[in-house]
């Protein structure tokens, strides 16, 4: 029979458990440890708890981006692709500066998962400025065939990580919004860069076209 009881821990460093709400990750060094649920039993397999408001920032985040880019759209110019660089850009914008607050732990988390900052630390810090590169050429309209080519390598290799992790069935979490928010790795992670990926190739058929 399960016993469950809460636990505050570090979602990076599960070794790192208090009973202290207020405890911040030891290794982490900035991390305040959040609340699941644990689950003893012989196997000791800890599971996650998933609810409708773990997911509940991702929603409010793409409400905004959604009504950005449809008021731009009606206000400013009318047209598929000036409304496809907003939404790209207001994408990459904010999910961009989420990452870039906690930096450190953003780097820690991607490197769970992301094939390429499994192997460059570098490119881990690098990426959430290689986001707000990509917000600015979309809203400010520059770069062309070369940054659509670009976010869709980019946003393909995020996938083909987020891909190999929930095959393997492992409770971690989402690096999107930069460990600001503690967000389970779902199918909704996929989402997003799968998204973008496409989008990107939709712009490349725009500019050639």
Known sequence: MENTFK????????EIQSDDPNAICTKCGTMRLVPREVATHPTQNL??????????????????????????????????????RMMMGSFFAIFGLFKVFNLRAFAD????????????????????????LFAAAYLLDFGGIVRDISVFVVMAISAIGVIQKLREHEEIPCACLGMVFILPM???????????????IIMIGLFIS
Not at 187 to 194: A, M, Q, Y
């Open 7 to 14: 636990k505050y821990w570090c979602p990076m460093h599960s």
């Open 47 to 84: 599971r996650i708890k998933r609810r409708f408001k773990d997911f509940l920032p991702i929603i409010i985040i793409f409400s905004v981006i959604i009504g950005f880019t449809a008021l731009m759209t009606i206000f400013v110019r009318p047209e598929l692709e000036f409304a496809m």
């Open 109 to 132: 988390a991607y490197q769970t998962y992301d094939i390429v900052a499994k192997r460059s630390r570098i490119y881990a810090f690098a990426y959430p400025f290689l986001e707000l």
């Open 186 to 200: 779902t199918w909704v992670t996929l989402v997003e860069d799968v998204l973008m990926a496409i989008e990107g």
